[in-house]
């Protein structure tokens, strides 16, 4: 029995000393191209995506680093990282303001960074780790400047006790005051990291001219976001399809890789499923873990994987001949045609699934945890493969309609039309011969 736990304990500890003799060491070099990453003594350029799920599919098409926004699993995050050969930059998540965080507190303060130092502690040594992201958009709806106090603590802290890995902060854009603040307060922040859509095209210019001097990583891109998008009549923002999505991506990675002087990288968003506005806005996965032509896109960039079966193509989705964009009223339980226009690279065999929702009632700011919408029933008057006739419901407001289309290889191309249902009778559909029920009273 004894030499049976005396064998066990040196197997545990030779396995605990090669972990700990693993880590790895993150550099930031200025060579005469700009700066760059130095990864265990080689360059390493970010080719990542924020979230901590499917990474197999994310190694798979050549990404090669994650971003989290929280410790609370970490340890576990960085050995799945490890286990598929990606980097990880560790989120710090530093309270936000906005979420009733008083910085005046110097006990709440210190007890936040009491708990980071530990969590430096448990992970700084970890071989997956690639650096440090103090805070996530702290700046969004802000007033109390000693946040960026608390940031340089935190920052300067882990230049303390782990100093073989950077630091960085996440900003909700880029502002001129905020940069200042950053530079003037936060001197041990090594990478600014910037969460930017609709805006990437003008990223780099504005990173000079607001003056900011050290590296800089997009730490969030991708689709425009749901502030920044077209809206109809009734105040809802119109969801760019995947295949849009896609092509926007296209243009932001574009624009990411124009500045090899001084971005070290990006992070796309999101790499996972959430509702935000709708389930399908930010997600590169369905809910049910298929993904959608974004990931073509990346793969098309980081060339791992040439073989890969590609997500469907939408090309339209119209309700009676109308597109998304066009304020689309329509009368109580009458008929709604949708029609639909995809095609598929390789041919394959497509299964189309719809649903009906309310629109989102719960509708947050920043990102924050939102509740979404059950799809309601409806009922079908006519289907084929590339049209769906329902009744409209029965009471008022706004809705959205989706489509999801889907391959038998994990792949969807994904769309919805918001309209809204009131007295007023719409113009019957291009496939509908009848003349116009519209009421004279209208």
């Known amino acids: 029995m004894i030499n049976r736990l005396l064998l066990f304990l040196f197997v545990f500890s030779s396995v605990f000393c090669f972990a700990q003799g693993e880590h790895s060491k993150t550099e930031i070099v200025k060579t005469d191209e700009g700066f760059k990453l130095l990864r265990n003594g080689g360059y390493y350029y970010v080719n990542g995506a924020g979230g901590d799920t499917y990474l197999k599919e994310l190694?798979?098409?050549?990404?090669?680093?994650?971003?989290?926004?929280?410790?609370?699993?970490?340890?576990?995050?960085?050995?799945?990282?490890?286990?598929?050969?990606l980097t990880v930059c560790m989120g710090l998540w530093v309270n936000h303001e906005r979420h009733g965080f008083d910085y005046n507190d110097e006990y709440s303060?210190?007890?936040?960074?009491?708990?980071?130092?530990?969590?430096?502690?448990?992970?700084?040594?970890?071989?997956?780790?690639?650096?440090?992201?103090?805070?996530?958009?702290?700046?969004?709806f802000y007033s109390n400047f000693k946040v960026w106090n608390a940031v340089e603590d935190i920052a300067a802290m882990i230049k303390r006790l782990d100093p073989n890995h950077p630091t960085m902060t996440v900003t909700a854009?880029?502002?001129?005051?905020?940069?200042?603040?950053?530079?003037?307060?936060?001197?041990?922040?090594?990478?600014?990291?910037?969460?930017?859509?609709?805006?990437?095209?003008?990223?780099?210019?504005?990173?000079?001219?607001?003056?900011?001097?050290?590296?800089?990583?997009?730490?969030?891109?991708?689709?425009?976001?749901?502030?920044?998008?077209?809206m109809v009549s009734w105040g809802e923002a119109v969801e760019a399809n995947s295949s849009q999505k896609a092509k926007m991506r296209k243009d932001s990675y574009i624009h990411i890789l124009e500045d090899s002087e001084l971005c070290l990288g990006s992070y796309?968003?999101?790499?996972?499923?959430?509702?935000?506005?709708?389930?399908?806005?930010y997600g590169i996965f369905t809910k049910d873990g298929r993904g959608t032509e974004s990931i073509d896109v990346l793969n098309s960039y980081w060339a791992k994987n040439p073989n890969k079966n590609k997500a469907p193509l939408l090309n339209?989705?119209?309700?009676?001949?109308?597109?998304?964009?066009?304020?689309?009223?329509?009368?109580?339980?009458?008929?709604?045609?949708?029609?639909?226009?995809?095609?598929?690279?390789?041919?394959?065999?497509?299964?189309?699934?719809?649903?009906?929702?309310?629109?989102?009632?719960?509708?947050?700011?920043?990102?924050?945890?939102?509740?979404?919408?059950?799809?309601?029933?409806?009922?079908?008057?006519?289907?084929?493969?590339?049209?769906?006739?329902?009744?409209?419901?029965?009471?008022?407001?706004?809705y959205r309609f989706y489509v999801y289309v889907k391959d038998d290889y994990n792949n969807v191309a994904t769309a919805n039309i918001p309209f809204y249902v009131c007295l007023l009778y719409t113009s019957p559909s291009p496939r509908d011969k009848r003349q116009s029920r519209m009421p004279s009273s209208a």
Not at 268 to 281: D, S
Not at 316 to 341: A, D, P, Q, W
Request: overall charge negative.
């Open 268 to 281: 796309c968003f999101l790499w996972g499923y959430k509702q935000e506005v709708t389930p399908t806005w």
């Open 59 to 85: 190694a798979d098409i050549g990404g090669n680093s994650i971003r989290t926004w929280a410790t609370g699993n970490g340890l576990a995050v960085l050995d799945s990282a490890h286990k598929h050969g």
């Open 316 to 398: 339209t989705f119209l309700l009676n001949g109308k597109t998304k964009y066009e304020s689309i009223k329509v009368g109580k339980r009458k008929e709604c045609l949708f029609e639909i226009n995809v095609s598929d690279f390789e041919n394959d065999s497509l299964t189309f699934v719809y649903e009906l929702m309310p629109e989102s009632t719960d509708k947050k700011a920043g990102g924050d945890f939102e509740v979404g919408m059950k799809a309601l029933d409806y009922k079908v008057i006519d289907q084929s493969k590339d049209f769906i006739k329902i009744k409209s419901p029965s009471r008022s407001g706004a």
């Open 173 to 230: 854009g880029i502002d001129v005051a905020e940069i200042a603040m950053i530079k003037e307060f936060c001197p041990s922040i090594d990478i600014l990291g910037i969460n930017t859509y609709g805006g990437i095209g003008a990223l780099s210019d504005q990173v000079r001219k607001y003056g900011w001097e050290k590296p800089y990583m997009v730490t969030e891109w991708g689709p425009y976001g749901h502030w920044e998008s077209p």
């Open 109 to 140: 303060v210190k007890a936040q960074l009491k708990g980071f130092e530990d969590a430096i502690i448990k992970m700084r040594d970890h071989p997956a780790l690639l650096m440090w992201a103090v805070g996530n958009e702290v700046d969004l």
